[in-house]
């Protein structure tokens, strides 16, 4: 085995596989070593040099396809150690039979390639959408000062970006390994930094998070999606993430006031204006359920056969709340009628509770679906469906009054607790919230259904028998 030792930059590691290439060294007869913890600076391409002659050592020409230089640059910039002896197998398969290697995309050298490549452009990408500057007065007047923490080696890649956005600013983006600093007309680097250099506040923080504020739709409220783009290890650097558990609380009830301020009117994105059929102030259960169906609150009405309302006793102990109808559910017009259905029926039957004695329901009353070939395919409601609906389950829970609300599935919850609650945490708990003082939060039926194996859904219902459990113990 050699050892082959050089600075973690793309220009030295090319310089190196060069000679490596010249000398016919196999992969299997290298191991890589970074000579420091240098962060890899900015890719310089070069021919290798003999130090005293200036003469190029190499004496054979090797040809790669120019999409390779272009994905081992990306990859260069990556955090893990291997990244070096990979780009030098694919290197040497493309010079050694296989010019064609890297359109083989199912090769697992070269699907692991893509995928570094890939992680270093989201980290390239979060970096210019997390970073938030702060004003630092000194001596010489202002300095915005941000901090960042890269997951990869892509600060002195990126830094341009910010010479070019903030030309006119004086600023230094400080991370754990490697800072940059821009003086009005110089950019440059420095060893990195921990958090406690960099500013908490400033000034101006109060009127960005105002802002914020006001720009915040709650009916466009989109909790999953958000965090996707938003994941939560940048939220603790980001100001405005002090306020969103908050917003994403009040949003539910912020729709409901933007409703009711409207004369009960929604204007859609299409110019189309929904209307809201009036809840009725009846004591009859059965009075409202069949104004629901005049209900055009929200476009789901188009698109679904009929309005599925609740179902079950006026007064019954237990009010069951699940997320939306199905196309079983859709297509019959009652609740809970479909696969999920009969797996709640079983779980309810071996809890030991009575099916006749429950009322079941959902957060939404239309089925919300996309087209795949002849099927329709379940969609999941968005936050202004929910509002759309919010004044039925309120009537439904007035009227019924149950002692325990058993919420199945993160909608039915969220619509409850509001969208920042999560079901994985607290689910099989007794807890209490503004709709109904006593509530059990688990999971939704038809996610048994879709466990990968027969062991795995076999726990996940034995914990779901046990969370019903719980719902009628607090019920009796």
């Known amino acids: 085995m050699i050892e082959i030792t050089f600075v973690p930059t793309f220009a030295h590691w090319q310089r190196a596989a060069r000679e490596a290439l010249q000398q016919e060294l196999a992969p299997e007869e290298i191991a890589w070593q970074e000579l420091s913890s240098h962060t890899p600076s900015l890719p310089i391409f070069e021919e290798s040099t003999d130090a005293s002659t200036g003469a190029s050592t190499s004496t054979k020409q090797f040809l790669v396809p120019k999409k390779f230089v272009e994905l081992a640059k990306q990859i260069a910039l990556h955090s893990d150690e291997q990244r070096w002896a990979l780009l030098y197998r694919i290197l040497w398969r493309l010079t050694h039979g296989e010019p064609k290697l890297l359109e083989i995309f199912v090769d697992a050298n070269v ?75 110089e950019l440059s680097f420095t060893s990195g930094l921990d958090k406690s250099h960099a500013p908490k506040d400033d000034a101006i923080e109060g009127l960005w998070l105002t802002y914020y504020k006001n720009i915040f739709n709650p009916a466009r409220v989109k909790v999953h999606a958000m965090q996707a783009e938003m994941p939560k290890k940048y939220w603790k650097n980001l100001p405005e993430t002090a306020v969103i558990p908050a917003l994403l609380n009040e949003a539910p009830a912020r729709v409901e006031t933007m409703m009711k301020s409207s004369g009960d009117k929604i204007a859609q994105d299409n110019g189309d204006v929904w209307m809201r059929a009036p809840v009725p102030e009846t004591a009859s259960l059965s009075k409202v359920a069949a104004a629901s169906k005049s ?166 219902y034995k914990l779901f028998v046990n969370d019903l459990r719980v719902a009628l113990k607090a019920a009796r």
């Open 111 to 185: 699907a692991l390639a893509h995928e570094m490549a890939k992680s270093v452009r989201h980290d390239i990408h979060k970096m210019r959408a997390f970073v938030r500057f702060r004003e630092i007065k000194n001596e010489d007047g202002s300095w915005f000062v941000a901090w960042f923490e890269p997951q990869h080696h892509i600060v002195e890649q990126n830094a341009q970006f910010f010479v070019d956005r903030f030309a006119s600013m004086r600023w230094s983006i400080l991370t754990p390994e490697r800072c940059a600093h821009w003086n009005g007309s």
């Open 295 to 460: 209900c055009t609150a929200c476009p789901l009405y188009k698109h679904a056969t009929q309005t599925v309302f609740g179902e079950g006793p006026k007064h019954a102990t237990v009010m069951m709340i699940g997320e939306q109808p199905g196309d079983y559910e859709d297509v019959a017009g009652k609740p809970f009628v479909g696969p999920a259905g009969k797996m709640l029926d079983r779980a309810l039957e071996e809890a030991e509770f009575d099916r006749a004695e429950v009322y079941v329901t959902n957060a939404v009353k239309h089925f919300k679906w996309e087209p795949r070939g002849k099927r329709r395919i379940h969609q999941k409601p968005s936050a202004r469906d929910i509002a759309a609906c919010r004044p039925w389950l309120e009537a439904e829970l007035r009227l019924v009054q149950p002692k325990v609300v058993v919420c199945l599935g993160s909608t039915a919850a969220q619509t409850v607790f509001g969208p920042a609650f999560r079901v994985t945490k607290q689910r099989g708990q007794l807890l209490e919230s503004p709709l109904a003082k006593r509530v059990v939060a688990t999971v939704h039926p038809s996610s048994l259904l879709r466990q990968p194996d027969e062991e795995s859904r076999e726990r996940e």
